[in-house]
């Protein structure tokens, strides 16, 4: 499968070893003097390891991978002790990654270990957050939406942030029982009343099927978002170019994994902002 990993430049690695520490997943090894991505089932491709290399030896790379396995990541990280295991969990946190947390925790249940006292449910949410700003999650007090003089200045009837399938947690408070929309980045630059007849009273996420890398994370999190969040409804808004197809066959391929089952309402979008179909498949 093709997936986001590191890729570490030989001729650029001097050997310090700094990625080391920084990689509790263990994928990151010194061998023969140099750092080496030692396998591809441990790393996350989340990058925690990038900002610790000095010589800029350390990027990242689509490229056919093998399959992430947080129970492989987590058979290393235990034997490092708490502190390390108190690290990854808070990487995956801040990262959003709610599908890999929910199976480093269930390892960790599996084995009888104990999480660390300060990586307790009560802390491992968006007010302990630290990390990209971006990606903090966030809802919003707003304006009466209804009340708008079709004339005057339309309050946004966005709730809450972030929105990007990459950046969001799909076990926010936003998301729990709620109506979702699931939305193409353009359908709501190309449609006029997107936020007063499509929006209004939904939790929010968008994505790009044709541009977007590391799409199976949108699976996992689709799935939580149906079997854990315990979403009502689905709808998929989608233009009407071919690659945003991909969008809707992602979300009915997610939903058909899933033990409970959600109604899944599709709709299509022109280039000029018209509705062009509008069905629950």
């Known amino acids: 499968m093709k997936r986001t990993v590191i890729n570490i430049n030989e001729d650029k690695c001097t050997g310090c ?16 003097g140099k750092a080496r991505l030692v396998s591809d089932l441990m ?10 290399c000095p010589e800029g030896a350390i990027t990242t790379e689509e490229r056919e991978a093998e399959p992430y396995d947080e129970y492989k990541v987590m058979e290393n990280i235990v034997k490092a002790g708490a502190n390390t295991i108190q690290a990854h ?29 300060n990586a307790k449910e009560d802390t491992m949410n968006a007010g302990a957050f630290a990390g990209c700003p971006g990606a903090k999650t966030m809802a919003f007090a707003r304006e009466d939406t209804a009340a708008a003089d079709v004339v005057g200045k339309r309050p946004s009837a966005l709730a809450h942030w972030p929105i990007q399938m990459h950046l969001m947690s799909p076990l926010a408070p936003h998301y729990r029982n709620a109506d979702m929309l699931l939305a193409a ?12 007849d499509y929006l209004d009273g939904k939790a929010l996420a968008i994505a790009c099927p044709k541009l977007d890398e590391g799409q199976e994370v949108y699976v996992d999190k689709l799935k939580v978002l149906i079997d854990e969040a315990k979403i009502n409804t689905l709808t998929v808004m989608i233009m009407l170019v071919p690659c945003c197809g991909g969008l809707l066959r992602l979300a009915k391929h997610a939903a058909g994994q899933c033990e409970r089952k959600v109604p899944i309402k599709a709709i299509v979008v022109s280039l000029q902002g018209k509705i062009l179909s509008e069905e629950w498949v």
């Open 89 to 117: 969990l808070k990487h995956l946190t801040e990262h959003g990654q709610d599908h890999y947390l929910a199976k480093a925790k269930q390892y960790l249940r599996d084995h009888n270990i104990a999480l660390p006292d």
């Open 43 to 52: 790393c996350d491709g989340l990058g925690a390891c990038l900002g610790h």
């Open 185 to 196: 980045d353009c359908v709501a630059f190309s449609l006029g009343d997107f936020h007063k």
């Open 17 to 32: 070893g700094l990625c080391i520490p920084n990689c509790p997943e263990g994928a990151i090894q010194m061998i023969d």
